[in-house]
């Protein structure tokens, strides 16, 4: 959630749509390993879930850095939580 008061994000339907994607390859790996595919095919498949879960969280770090940091430190008083919550945010890249 933002510290600013925008509510509105534009790359939520695209971060919802990587992990619903990253989910449906996550669960062919589930079936994949019951059904005892050959382990390159396996691995190829988890290789793909997690750079869909990667480019998502990167969206929404970008989206968070773009719209609910970027030029809100103008205002001294809000220095100190903006700043928090950029440290806050960065722990996950």
Known sequence: MCM?????H???PDIV???KRAGGHLS???TMIETQRPCTDIA???HA????ITQAKRTLIQDHID???DGTVSD?????PITADFKAIIKYL
């Open 49 to 52: 879930v997690e750079k869909a």
């Open 4 to 8: 600013t008061k925008h509510t509105h």
């Open 17 to 19: 749509k990587r992990l």
């Open 28 to 30: 062919s790996v589930i």
């Open 44 to 46: 190829q498949q988890l």
């Open 10 to 12: 534009a790359s939520h």
């Open 67 to 69: 719209h609910c940091l």
């Open 76 to 80: 001294q008083n809000d220095a100190v």
